[in-house]
């Protein structure tokens, strides 16, 4: 899979790139990211990329011509339409499942806005506008690599066993159950021992594979509800969130709050 990303901070999102499990796929050829420096694409002299707002108020707008100039580049190098994904904060919700989608393409542009926007004129050259939730960030290149990460990690061969991406709570529409390491007793804040579960010390794979379930789907009844609805629960976890629910509903507590 090949990424675009413009920006006018290249070295921001290159810094970003070189780290983890991403960094390891682009050094190995699985991914190709592709970061382009907006201000390459202006034509003055101090390689403006942003202007006053029409109408007045506060800050700056990015200008579109450079965006045009930039994707029309890449456009000329693919020889082929583009999709086009503008971060911003008035766009569809990142979604694992919109992300599962994504990754099956070939080819994205990330075009990342700062100041208070960019011009709605390049709207016309725009596929989807992505949000990745509620809150205002200084610029589109923190929710771009928020999405290169997560739609890269779906790609084959990004992550190493590809197992532990199908499995991955989240691709099932659960919260994670709880993990622990050694060592098996730590002390907590006034001496108290915490442990790890004994479960998990037992060796039985199916009563672990079981307490998991049990934590997984307790944790999102609990934390997250509005996941429930949307998740892919086998037989097991329906029936346990039967039985959390039909606990919850007679009042009996389950020591998590
Ligand atoms: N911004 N999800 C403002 C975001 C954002 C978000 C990106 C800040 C666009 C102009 N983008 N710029 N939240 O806050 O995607």
């Keep these: 899979m090949t990424i675009d990303v413009v920006t006018i901070f ?7 790139l070189q780290a983890g499990v991403v960094g390891r796929a682009i050094a190995g050829g699985t991914l190709d990211v592709k970061v382009r420096d907006l201000r ?8 403006v990329v942003d202007d006053v707002p029409y109408g007045g108020g506060p ?47 070939a080819h994205v542009v990330l075009l990342c806005g700062r100041y208070e926007g960019v011009d709605e004129r390049v709207s016309a050259r725009v596929t989807e506008e992505v949000s990745i ?70 060796g039985h794979h199916a009563e672990i594979r079981r307490w998991r379930k049990r934590e997984a789907v307790g944790r999102t009844l609990a934390r997250r509800p509005d996941l429930l609805a949307g998740a892919a629960l086998d037989e097991d976890e329906r029936d346990i969130l039967r039985e959390l629910v039909a606990e919850r509903d007679r009042g009996v507590g389950d020591g998590r709050d």
């Design 59 to 105: 800050g700056m707008v990015l200008k579109p011509e450079p965006i045009f100039r930039a994707l029309d580049a890449i456009e000329a190098e693919r020889g082929a339409p583009l999709t086009v994904l503008l971060l911003s904060p008035q766009g569809r919700r990142l979604t694992q499942a919109w992300a599962e989608e994504l990754s099956r393409a």
């Design 133 to 202: 939730g509620d809150y205002v960030l200084s610029g589109g290149e923190l929710p771009a690599l928020v999405v290169l990460d997560t739609v890269a990690r779906q790609v084959p061969g990004v992550v190493g066993d590809d197992q532990s991406v199908a499995e991955d709570s989240f691709s099932r529409g659960l919260l994670d159950h709880p993990h622990y390491t050694r060592p098996v007793e730590v002390e907590g804040r006034d001496g108290t021992p915490l442990r790890v579960p004994e479960v998990l010390l037992s």
């Design 10 to 16: 290249p070295t921001m999102v290159e810094a970003v």
């Design 40 to 47: 390459d694409f202006t034509s003055d002299r101090h390689r």
